[in-house]
């Protein structure tokens, strides 16, 4: 067996990524790995990770959490990344597009119970004197992007985290749902898919809450003070964020699969936003409405729900509570707005190839300061250590081109307009794309990449110290926190486009562990006050993990060989396959998948020759072979590209693995059969046998020698 070795198929979450939901599951496996000792650096190892010093990367963390730089808000701090990267050596310039965006104006809630009493939760989160950014005046409201201007007014009823199963269980137990109005806790699926099937079922309007119980072992109920006090969730925390429909597309929603330009013709954006309004709460102010519906319906404890419910003293009732009546108004302004990417390259030696580094830099909040600028403050400090090795007079084989994202937020809005701008230049070119999201949010890495990349990823790792234990690489944190596990990606942060159209990508991240401070996701309390106090006080792990993007990318963009390892592919389509088989049989169908068995054999027999094809060129140091092997690693996820789009979802075309449909974060494999079969299609999923197949064939004849 390959030294991957094969383990289970988990069908825990996510890819790191800011656009989804905070999760403590461990990402869906693809392979394990064995743990070992320190790995001494080369020189120019040494030279990069020396570069990274703790005081300037909190300097830039201060920076980027210090002002509004809500989407399409702040040229000035876009402006600002590219001159600190241009002072590092790299050509530096900003890319405008312009987007549909859309931005709070007012809102409103409230709660009439049947004697007429009225509770009106204020929406807002506390002004708290020791987090000075929370008492900005021009601090954001709490809303959701992409949300529409709407009213509703009606009875409501809890509907768990949203999902279609959740409705259907509510179906099932004969909760009326047509005219209602959902409040829906936090977790799981996307939250743009929860609006999105409440008014598939009927409902007028939605409010989401976050859920104490889905804080780890960090809360007020084990005894721990609320922060600012202590590393509990401030009960006021609200969680913004966009609820546009991930799993359908990403991007400007009015303008699908072409770049967002001055010039561009504008599509309908209904397909991907919602119908009916939306409004994100906090916790505290969630209890009365739950209490409300105690009694009421189907108690929480009897609807059998994954996660339905949370840690609140109530009983997640079903309801609707009779007379009891919300009432909401959600106000917003739309607009077609500049966004700004700013991009920093170094020309490599070999023109065409191409490493792509991002991190968005746009926030919901003045702070800010684990998502996205964590991630922020380490591009700035690995433009600094590329800096000081082109000093030296070194430079890369492959060019090096660093992005900060604008627009991540709403939809991945700047990497899907400024990917689709260059999409031509950059499936000729690009060895592969790396991303940093949320750097650091806690003391858990996370690791998820297509599985070619495993090998060298998890090699880089054993280069690394990481800051918990004494003499403990990162290697071994993550290893001991994932079970040395490499995640699948789904969605949810800027890899997406880039994934999608055949480019070999990696996600990395530090996240919170069940043991770890309270990360306030999408909070006003996401600022530099509680990053230097709880999240990371001395920025040591900031320092860790852009150690490790850094190595990584310098062996990506200069190792003469790239240091695919193909065969882990073969294993991972394997696996997928496996778990496929398992889902059909799990119905009273059947499912001939005889010509995807036969496709990912033709891939093992070609992934095993162009590797022993890699051996020979190095062995005979011949040149033009070397080139030939390292564009058919380079260009074989282009294959995986090639069939066309999923059903009803054309931006998503890597028939190995996407979004789920109903997940917009989490991974599903081989998804135009497996989403088919789960929907007992099995028209469409005997289609989509095929047309996978042929994805994976065509993968296999880039590859071919």
Not at 37 to 50: C, F, K, R, S, W
Not at 153 to 170: C, I, K, N, P, S
Not at 239 to 265: E, I
Not at 539 to 558: E, F, M, S, V
Request: hydrophobic fraction near 35%.
């Amino acid at each position: 067996m390959h030294p991957y070795g094969l383990l289970s198929l988990l069908f825990a979450t996510l890819a790191c990524g800011c656009v989804r939901d905070h999760a403590f599951h461990r990402p869906r496996s693809i392979v394990k790995r064995q743990s070992t000792g320190i790995v001494p650096l080369t020189p120019d190892e040494a030279i990069l990770a020396n570069s990274f010093d703790n005081n300037t990367l909190n300097d830039w963390n201060y920076y980027y959490t210090h002002g509004v730089h809500l989407a399409g808000t702040n040229r000035t701090m876009a402006q600002w990344t590219a001159d600190r990267w241009s002072e590092n050596g790299f050509q530096a310039r900003l890319d405008e597009y312009l987007t549909y965006l859309n931005y709070p104006v007012s809102h409103s809630l409230s709660l009439t119970y049947p004697n007429g009493s009225v509770y009106k939760p204020s929406l807002e989160e506390a002004v708290l004197v020791e987090d000075k950014t929370s008492s900005y005046p021009d601090r954001i409201p709490t809303f959701h992007g992409y949300s529409i201007t709407g009213n509703a007014t009606a009875e409501y009823v809890y509907v768990g985290r949203g999902q279609v199963a959740d409705f259907e269980a509510l179906v099932k137990l004969n909760v009326p749902l047509e005219g209602k109005i959902a409040l829906a806790k936090y977790g799981g699926p996307f939250r743009g898919l929860k609006v999105k099937n409440a008014a598939l079922y009927g409902m007028i309007g939605a409010v989401l809450f976050t859920d104490p119980g889905d804080d780890g072992n960090i809360t007020e109920a084990n005894g721990y003070a609320a922060y600012p006090d202590g590393p509990a969730r401030n009960p006021t925390s609200v969680q913004r964020g966009s609820v546009q429909f991930l799993s359908t597309y990403p991007g400007d929603p009015t303008t699908p699969g072409y770049a967002s330009k001055q010039d561009s013709p504008r599509a309908d954006k209904s397909p991907v936003v919602p119908s009916i309004p939306s409004l994100p709460i906090s916790y505290l102010e969630a209890i009365p409405l739950l209490r409300a519906l105690d009694g009421f319906g189907t108690p929480g404890s009897q609807v059998n729900r994954t996660k339905w419910v949370g840690a609140l003293n109530v009983t997640y009732a079903t309801g609707p509570a009779p007379g009891a009546v919300l009432s909401m108004s959600n106000v917003m302004r739309d607009a077609m707005t500049p966004i700004w990417d700013a991009v920093g390259i170094i020309n490599g030696t070999n023109e065409d190839e191409v490493l792509v580094i991002g991190n968005h830099r746009d926030a919901w909040i003045v702070g800010g300061a684990a998502d996205p600028n964590s991630g922020s403050a380490v591009m700035v400090e690995l433009s600094k250590a590329f800096g000081k090795l082109l000093a030296t007079g070194w430079k890369p084989r492959r060019t090096i081109v660093l992005c900060s994202w604008d627009a991540e937020e709403y939809g991945l809005v700047g990497s899907t307009e400024w990917v689709e701008e260059h999409l031509d230049w950059l499936t000729k070119s690009t060895v592969a794309y790396l991303n940093i999201d949320v750097g650091v949010s806690g003391k858990s890495p996370g690791l998820s990449a297509t599985p070619e990349l495993g090998s060298i990823a998890t090699s880089i790792m054993k280069k690394v110290l990481w800051p918990t234990t004494p003499n403990e690489t990162l290697f071994d944190a993550w290893s001991a926190e994932s079970d040395g596990e490499l995640g699948i990606l789904g969605s949810g942060s800027d890899y997406t486009a880039f994934l999608h159209n055949g480019i070999s990508s990696l996600d990395v991240g530090a996240d919170q562990g069940v043991d770890d401070p309270v990360y306030h996701y999408h909070s006003n309390f996401d600022s530099y006050h509680w990053m230097s106090t709880y999240g990371d006080p001395g920025y040591h792990y900031h320092a860790a993990i852009g150690q490790y993007l850094t190595l990584l990318a310098y062996h990506l963009a200069n190792d003469e060989m790239l240091p695919y390892d193909l065969p882990a592919y073969t294993t991972a389509l394997r696996a997928y396959y496996e778990e496929l088989r398992a889902t059909v049989i799990s119905t009273s169908e059947t499912l001939d998948t005889s010509e995807l068995a036969a496709a990912i054999t033709q891939f093992e027999t070609s992934a095993n020759e162009v590797m022993a094809l890699k051996d020979q060129a190095v062995a005979t140091d011949d040149a033009a072979l070397k080139t030939v092997v390292n564009h058919k690693i380079r260009d074989f996820q282009r294959g995986f590209v090639s069939a066309g789009g999923l059903p009803d979802r054309e931006f998503y075309k890597h028939v190995v693995n996407a979004p789920g449909i109903d997940t917009g974060y989490a991974p599903t494999t081989y998804p135009g059969i497996t989403e088919a079969v789960e929907a007992s299609n099995f028209s469409r999923a005997a289609e989509w046998v095929s047309r996978t197949s042929l994805g994976i064939r065509k993968a296999a004849d880039i590859l071919k020698t």
